[in-house]
């Protein structure tokens, strides 16, 4: 199966409308900040298991209260629905 890379006009889109992510070294990125290292863990936590069961794993960094993510499909060799799909997840996530 063939995972279609996303058009570039369509990342700018999702960059635009979720100004908080940015195209860095060709992967959508985003820095959470977090009131403290529970909530930031706690926000892993849940990713995670949304992750999972999508099959699609994050490449993300934790130091205390921050956790910062970087998102591409590797099979596909770069961004996909799939990185968009589960940055709005993370989103959704982080504002609870």
Known sequence: MTIPIAPQEEVS?????????SIEDGKLHREFIFANFVEAFGFMTQA????????????WFN??????????????????????????????????
């Open 63 to 96: 130091v205390y209260k921050k956790v910062v993510v970087d998102l591409t499909t590797h099979e596909a060799g770069g961004i996909t629905e799939r990185d968009f799909s589960l940055a709005k997840q993370m989103e959704r996530i982080a504002a609870s």
């Open 13 to 21: 889109a999702f960059a635009d409308e979720f100004g908080e992510w």
């Open 48 to 59: 995670a298991i949304l992750a999972e069961k999508a099959n699609h794993h994050p490449e």
